[in-house]
């Protein structure tokens, strides 16, 4: 998460750091992903490595409360990688602010 951190030019991103804007955390086991529900479980493509992996989103957290969760995910595309749309930046603002 460092690595990737870094590549965006994200500073502060340590969860619990409050001069953070964006928190970065990873899900190695993929306990997080099934708690939520989020889980890829779609058939295919194998290639692109979907079993297991968590489905494209974002969400809001405030004070540890999800306030607003936005998932990619299409009918042929369930991975959300071909219309990203809905957790992409201007998604998630719309829902922060509706929230």
């Known amino acids: ?3 990737w951190a870094k590549d965006q030019g994200i500073e ?3 969860l619990g750091d409050d001069e953070g804007f964006v928190s970065f955390v990873s899900d190695a086991t993929g306990d997080f ?4 529900g989020i889980e890829m479980t779609d058939s295919g493509p194998l290639s692109v490595g979907i079993i297991g992996r968590c489905k494209r989103y974002a969400m809001y ?3 540890g409360e999800v306030k607003a969760i936005n998932v990619s995910e299409y009918e042929g595309d369930p991975a959300g990688d071909g219309y990203p749309e809905m ?5 998630i603002i ?6």
């Open 1 to 3: 998460m460092m690595a």
């Open 12 to 14: 502060h991103w340590e």
């Open 33 to 36: 992903t099934k708690a939520c």
């Open 61 to 63: 957290v405030k004070e």
């Open 87 to 91: 957790s992409l930046p201007a998604a």
């Open 94 to 99: 719309k829902a922060i602010k509706d929230a």
